[in-house]
């Protein structure tokens, strides 16, 4: 993996560096999974995801300069260093019993052989000669490790060695748990002594919290903020920022402003120039942006974001979100690409990396029209609000009889449908039937957006509960792709919208044509999975609305364009728009209108069921794992999610359809405990669930 991991330092592939990671990630716990078993990968997978969130939240909270000197670095020392250390070999110890970890940070290899020879039950010096033939060294080399030396030979891979050296006196999970700690004692032994001992004295202290170490670190860089040519260049900082309330009527203030920071910065030292150049180039962009040409914006941006990347702290993220914003609107797709990529990196969207493609873009290009403004955005995206004024009712005129399939521009160019889409949108199922007669294109779309004649039927159909149009287009000759094009920024499909409707005719149509099961469907892995939750809805209506609205409000579901119309483009922006919302919805007005909307658009629950039938008649898996949330552990399936839900005939409808009671929702550690369908039953009291699968065994 080294050229991998050097190509991940330097940001060799600049537009896939998060992906290049995220392979470094599987390659590494698919290698110890197969050298340590399942505990391990279990173990690190989550240790590695706690690492990485704490690293980028700490990146995007404390600027450099708050740790450059000697003291700085012992405070990361003692805050961070020491507390992530100690807190990965703590939940280690407390997943897989090993060595007492004072004794293996003291002498790491000493007291892994101590270990082990106990776990044999043999004397030490009979290991060693193990050692010595299994690891292919001579006792001189086993004798200076025991004395603490590094252990400079690698001997990856180490099962088969641990293996040949128990000769078959432990288990399998024992020979896992050993070649783990013994990976563990080859690491502490690698580090330098005074830091081991440092991990070791630690070990009794309590960590501080994530915000107090931010604290600590804004509390030195608070000392720093007033001192040398920052007393004179933050306050003009500040000027011009209140100036760009109006950048037009101020753009030549704002430029002399400009040439006097710069001139500030070139007296201050050189670490102060490298702490203020970056927000000169900044906002340079931000002027260019409105003033110049966009590349002259787009440069300005690369070289702001480059400086402080990965230094200064808070001001990274509204940074690299306005660069990557103005980088969509401008058109520059690789660059944008690129900045798409550092959300990730810096932790700013959540993992894992969502591809940046045409809906992803146009949801940003929303929130660049927001951010902006009066710029328009390269890409055609809607207004904010597209109005139409009828001066009666809806007709289909010649013009659109002649060309149905013309591409007519709406809201001054920013939307696009065809007289058929409109006729779908609009008017009658006679006008729809017309206009097919006359040449009319039920599997035509429009390419940025992905939206067609089937789309706006079955959005009509579900808004308005009216499928006639959507019926008939259904018999209407449409094509294995459009059946499964993805519309809108939410990436909608028709059998998304046909799960959602409860309609399981439908259903049943769209799968004769063609339609995937397996692919994703309204954010959800797969057509199942989202008939599923649906499900749940209509059984467990508050329950099931309480979990998804925090999760809604808290930021974890993804953003949409509702979220991008308010200027909202990244991950952890999205609670603070969607938290105003829920206060909204809570107060007593629109309160009764969400709960209105809410019953206006549940189906009935045997409806829901005669969709996941549907599905499972034509192959939808229901063993198909998902995770909730990309940093949970627990893989759940439609059958394992059935036992949860409770609900007796659906979860035989799945078993009977080769669903899996028995699959675990997490690994276990100990063969007397399985995370399987009559666990989740028991853990959620489904007492039909849990009376009949004991039956059934």
Known sequence: MDKGLDDAAIEARPESTAELIAEIEQQLLKAVHAECGPSWHQWLDAAWRHTRTTIQTLVQNIDEMSWADEDGQELYRETVQLPLCRGLLQSAQRQMSGPPLNNLCASPFHTWVEWLSAQLAIEQATLLERLESCLGVDIRSLQRWLQGKPIK??????????????????????????????IVAITLQNIPTVLRVAISQSLQYSPPSLDDVINSFAQREAQWAFHGIRKKAIPLIIEIEELFASTAAHADTIQLNLQQLQQLIRQGTE???????????????????????????????????????????????????????????????????????????????????????????????????????????????????????????????????????????????????TPLMQAVMMGTLDDVKALLERGGDPNDYI??????????????????KDPAIMNHLLSAGLTVETVNRHASTKKETPMKWAIEMADATAVEQLLQLGAQTEISCGYQASALCYAMALFHHSKRPETAFAIEQEFY???????????????????????????????????????????????????????????????????????????????????????????????????????????????PLIPSNSPLQTYDALWIAIDHDRREIVQYLTQRV
């Open 553 to 663: 409000v808290n930021g974890k579901t993804r953003g949409d364009a509702y979220d991008a119309k308010e200027g909202v483009a990244v991950d952890v922006d999205l609670p603070s728009r969607r938290l105003s919302m829920l206060k909204m919805m809570q107060s007593p007005h629109y309160r009764d209108l969400f709960q209105a909307t809410r019953e206006y658009y549940s189906r009935p629950l045997e409806d829901r069921r005669q969709v996941i039938e549907v599905l499972l008649k034509h192959g939808a898996n229901p063993n198909r794992r998902y995770r909730v949330q990309p940093e949970h552990i627990a893989e759940w399936t439609p059958t394992l999610f059935a036992a949860e839900i409770g609900d007796l005939a659906l979860f035989k409808l799945l078993l009977s359809y080769g669903g899996d009671a028995a699959l």
């Open 153 to 182: 030979k690698s001997f990856w891979p180490l099962r088969k060695k641990v293996e040949a050296c128990v000769d078959r006196a432990l288990s399998e999970r024992q020979v896992e748990l050993s070649t783990g700690w013994l």
């Open 271 to 417: 670490q102060e120039q490298a702490q203020l150049q970056y927000q000169h180039d900044w906002l340079s962009a931000r002027l260019a942006a409105f003033t110049r040409p966009h590349s002259e914006a787009v440069t300005l941006y690369l070289r702001a974001v480059e400086q402080a990347w990965w230094r200064k702290g808070a001001n990274q993220k509204a940074l690299l979100t306005e660069a990557l914003l103005f980088a969509v609107g401008a058109g520059e797709q690789r660059v944008a690409k690129h900045f798409w990529d550092k959300t990730f990196l810096l932790g700013i969207n959540h993992w894992p990396k969502r591809p940046f493609d045409e809906q992803q873009r146009r949801s940003l290009a929303l929130a660049f029209e927001y951010r902006f403004q009066p710029l328009k955005a390269h890409d055609r995206v809607p207004p904010a609000l597209e109005m139409a004024v009828l001066e009666g009712p809806f007709r289909v005129t010649s013009e659109a009889l002649e060309a149905p399939n013309r591409k007519v521009k709406y809201a001054d160019g920013r939307t696009r449908r």
């Open 447 to 464: 390419p940025e957006s992905g939206e067609g004649p089937i789309s706006y039927a079955m959005r009509r159909a579900c808004d308005q």
